[in-house]
């Protein structure tokens, strides 16, 4: 057999050089593996208890005297991220490795460390599979499913059998929209949702579009939030599914999921026809703010696990039983989850958001008022300074997402100019695109706007230190780009600029 050749990246004596420089670097590393495995305090959690201080005082040489690490003008760089001087005072995120401070908890949330102890025996001792009717090494993984599944179900009201576990909200999504779409195809093709959906709601009903469903998009008022009215008029008898989305990821509005359901009732009553069903997405609303799906008439709902201070890579969907939501599986195999969602459930995956659950359903509240007054905070902060600022969405929205334009300032500036906070300007989906957000835009907000906008996502374990820091960075930003922006200084001088006439 010809021996596979392999052609090294770096000369042996660079790597020899890499490796003993940077070995204290490497051995911080390893502690910070271990301490997220030691049992962790369940009143009072930690993310990590590494400080940023074995990276900064070590940042390894390079053969020829090249740093990792560079000086910048204000403090030490590393990877083009300004290593924060403040970072190990605020006892947050930016407390590992010099890293960013993490304001992005919309795109996801840090792993809990309570959810992870309980995960990990599920491994590695426990690691049966939970199908497995034969032996105790099923019936333990079968059982602490089951237990996760109750703890879902107690979140939101259910009944642990409405719960199906999934890869995710996207694919709980798909599976409800396309799933309950596909099994009234024959005598309903209309489904309703809104413009400021997630993309993957929007692409489920625009593929749906493909298959000769028909799609009406609602608009939006200027904060956010659906009209009832237009909802009232877009309901037809051949209207088989609403999907309206609980808590928006760029602009944290909360739609009145409570009178969306009544509005469908009453529609139905009125006309004599079967109700259409209501589905939410409600990734960043379970376990942020009350949901119950009894009381609130939802039919199906989507949930994701590492909103929650879960694992990546589990959700949930709610499928009521009574009366029965009925859709077409999108997988199909051994008939687990009801026969909605074959193949085998990763049983540590699901035991991690049962427990993500459980600590959501006990500090819910804690967390809501805590995350209340950090976001207080900011805007307070912020807007005390700094004029000219427009929040986008309706106020009474989700507290831990603020999305704030900022006027006169260059959106990608700005972004480039705060590279040691983790922010998002939309959503971080599309946040690879330059476009300005599909939601801003559904708002009506001006072009310039929805480009100089920034999200800001605050969750459980943002600290104060980290707000204050934030907030003197974001006025220190934009103070200085609007100083070089000509729009500004016309603005000083007191003229008008939406009423100049701009030549090409
Ligand atoms: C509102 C909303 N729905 C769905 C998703 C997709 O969730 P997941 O990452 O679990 O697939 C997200 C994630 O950004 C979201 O914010």
Redesign the pocket.
Known sequence: MNPIAVRPLFSASRLRSVASASSTARSAIRSTRRTLVTPTNPVKATVSNVTSEHVREDPGELEGGESLANEGESGKEMFGFKLNPVATKTGGHAKSAGRPIYLDM???TPMDPRVLDKMLPYFTEQYGNPHSRTHAYGWEAESAVDEARQEVASLVGASAKDIVFT???????NMIIKGIAKFHQAKRKHIITTQT?????LDSCRWLSTQGFEITYLPVLPNGLISLSDLKAALRPDTSLVSI?????EIGVIQPLKDISDTIKAYAKENGTQKALFHT?????VGKIEIDVEKMGIDAM??????IYGP????AAYVRRRPRVRLEPLIHGGGQERGLRSGTVPAPLVVGLGEACRIANREMAADHKRVTELSERLINGITKEVDHIVRNGDVKGYPGCVNLSFAYVEGESLLMALKDIALSSG???TSASLEPSYVLRALGAAEDMAHSSLRFGIGRFTTEAEIDLVVERIIGVVTRLREMSPLWEMVQEGIDISKIEWSQ
């Open positions: 919309q795109a996801t890869s995710g909200a996207t694919e709980s999504n959906e997630h993309k993957c709601v989305m609980a808590v928006n990821n997405d409600a990734a960043q609303a989507s949930i994701s696990g590492h909103k990546k890579g589990v959700g959503s971080a989906c």
